[in-house]
């Protein structure tokens, strides 16, 4: 069993910064693929990136590429989201989610459904 605690989250003005963190439960976090998805209201939750259990590897969604990094720390169980030139349509609630098999490609990481575990979502809002 994985919990999973996001914090960072809040109210920046467009061309800002965030990092949003996921602290994470368990002994075998550095086993887990992990994930920040977003949903905003009224639309379905979109991938946003994600990383293997190693940190090696990353993947991202097209809209934040370039904008978003994803990192980890196994030490620490925590993984992060540092999200740059932030825009409005970056506005929405924040998840990360963990994902037990080794499988990493954006045929599998990008998919809500191919993660075990979700935290309870930190609101990241971003004005204009």
């Known amino acids: 069993q994985v919990q999973l605690v996001e914090s960072g989250g809040g109210l920046v003005q467009a061309g800002g910064s965030l990092r949003l963190s996921c602290a994470a439960s368990g002994r075998t976090f550095s086993s887990y693929t992990m994930g920040w998805f977003r949903q905003a209201p009224g639309k379905e939750r979109e991938f946003v990136a994600a990383i293997i259990w190693s940190g090696g590897n990353t993947g991202y969604a097209d809209s934040v590429k370039g904008r978003f990094t994803i990192s980890r720390d196994n030490a620490k169980n925590t993984v992060y989201l540092q999200m740059n030139s932030l825009r409005p349509e970056d506005t929405a609630v924040y998840y990360c989610?963990?994902?037990?098999?080794?499988?990493?490609?954006?045929?599998?990481?990008?998919?809500?459904?191919?993660?075990?575990?979700w935290g309870q979502g930190t609101q990241v809002t971003v004005s204009s």
């Open positions: 989610a963990a994902r037990s098999r080794l499988t990493f490609s954006s045929a599998t990481y990008s998919r809500p459904q191919e993660y075990d575990y």
